[in-house]
Each structure stands twice: as C-alpha cells, then as structure tokens.
C-alpha cells in the first residue's frame, strides 16, 4: 500500500474514535436524562455501556494493527525495490562482461593470427585464454548469484503476499467481530430504552388510575359525610315526633307492657336500619 493508503487508514480510525467516543457520551447523557424508574435497570444500562467501549477498544486496536502491518509491508516493498535494483544492476554487469569477454576472444584471435608463429605470442595467446577462463568463472558466479536473488526474490515475494493474505484475513475477522459485538450491545441497548419507556408509560397511566381513585375516594367520602348529616337529621326528626306521640297521649292512658317493647323495638331500628343502608368505603390508598 501508498501513503495515500495509509492516509486513509489513519482518517478511518480518527473518525472510529469520535464515533465511539460520541456514541458513549450519548449513551452518558441518556442515562442522565432518563427517571431513576426501577434500581434494577442501572446495572444492566452500565453493562450496554461497558460493551459499547471494549467494542470501540477492539476496533481501534484492529486498525492499529492494520496500520502497523501497512508501514511493515512498505518497508519490505522497498526492500524489494532494492533487490530488483540490485538485479538489474548485476545483469547490467554482466552485459559489459560479456562485451569484454568478446572483445578479449576478438583480440585473442587477432593475437593468435599476428603471432601464431611466435612463442611470445603463444604465450600471450595463453595468457588471454587463461584470463578468459578466469572471466567466464566470474561470469559463472555472477550468473549463479544472479539466480540466487532472483529465488531469493521469488520467495520474498511468496512470504510477503502469504503474511499479506493472513494479515488481511486476521483483521476481516477481527473487524467481523468488533462489528457483530457492537450490533449485540446496539440492539441491547434498544431493548433496554424500549422496556424503560414502556415502564415509564406504565407508571404514568398508573399514577393517573392513583389520582382518579383519590378524587373518587374523596368525592365518596363527601357523599358519606353528606349521608351521615341527613341520617342525623332524620334520627333527630323521628325522635322529636316520638316525644310529641308520647305527649299527646291522654295522662289516663298507661301504656302496657307490649307497647312499650314495640315502641323499643321500633326505635332499635330506627337506629340500626340507616347505618346499615350507609356504604362504607375502604381503600388501600393513601389519602389525597
């Protein structure tokens, strides 16, 4: 990869960071927000939270790892850049030597004409074989060397393209991972602010069904105070017309023994029969 690469790489993980960043601090301001309903829901809600920021974590260090392995890969590309230069340098070297061989097996052969003849000659002729040989085990080397880097290179390149394809498949596994957890935490989260709303719409209609019954409570208790007043004033109506029955009475008549037990009786229930028609209201409520 080019450093445009790596400069992507570098903006995708700035951008990770704030959005991690800014998810908590949304996650912080909505626990702030939201009624304390149920103690119960605290420790699950810092849990959401706590997932949300190892996820964040694992990202940011995939990407750090990715990055890593970027400036890795840059490094042995120019590794690799070298060697080829090398190569080119070496067969470069090996055209001139090539030149030259053939510019000494042309002088040779012109020596070998001019002075066939001559032992000094043949001499030189000698020399020039031998330094001939010299130059082709030279050539020998530098053409087995030549093979060497360029395995070398083959395998360079092998090991390169193999550690490249596990780094990537190691962090697609890392990234698919970072991914599944943080949609798990997400969607926990969501069930989570979805059961408190609904607890929230729970315990406002329950409070409104509180204040209704308080209202009711009370507008019963009035009407029962209401009833009691007029059963009072209906007892005190009935005992004052039985005192004026009492005392209109001739003073010769004595009532007998039956009239008077009828009149106790009648009088019982005149005062056990209304409170008993009263209702009486009883409630878990507290008062208003």
């Known amino acids: 990869m080019d450093n445009t690469d790596a400069a992507t790489a570098s903006q995708a993980e700035v951008v990770t960071h704030h959005q991690v960043k800014a998810a908590g601090a949304s996650a912080t301001q909505q626990q702030s ?110 053409q087995d060397q030549v093979a060497n880097l360029t395995q070398q290179l083959t395998t360079t390149k092998a090991d390169l393209t193999k550690q490249l394809e596990a780094a990537k498949t190691d962090l697609a596994n890392q990234l698919e991972t970072a991914q599944s957890d943080r949609d798990k935490a997400l969607n926990a989260k969501s069930d989570l602010q979805n059961e408190l709303s609904k607890q929230i719409v729970a315990e406002q209609i329950a409070e409104t069904d509180l204040k209704h019954a308080q209202e009711d409570l009370a507008a019963a208790k009035q009407a029962q105070q209401q009833l009691e007043a007029e059963l009072t004033k209906l007892r005190a109506e009935r005992a004052n017309r039985a005192a004026t029955s009492v005392s209109s009475q001739p003073a010769v008549a004595v009532p007998t023994a039956k009239a008077l037990a009828d009149s106790g009786v009648a009088l019982n229930r005149l005062d056990v029969l209304p409170s008993s028609d009263v209702p009486v209201f009883e409630s878990d409520f507290p008062e208003a």
């Open 33 to 142: 927000e939201a009624p304390a309903v149920v103690l119960q829901e605290a420790a699950p809600q810092l849990d959401n939270q706590s997932t949300i920021k190892s996820t964040g974590d694992q990202y940011h260090e995939a990407l750090k790892q990715n990055s890593i392995l970027i400036t890795q890969i840059a490094v042995l590309q120019k590794i690799n850049e070298q060697l080829t230069t090398q190569i080119e340098q070496w067969h470069t070297y090996r055209s001139k030597t090539t030149v030259y061989i053939k510019d000494l097996m042309a002088k040779h052969q012109a020596t070998l004409a001019d002075f066939e003849s001559n032992r000094q000659a043949a001499e030189e002729a000698k020399t020039l074989r031998s330094q001939n040989e010299a130059l082709l085990e030279k050539e020998q080397t530098l």
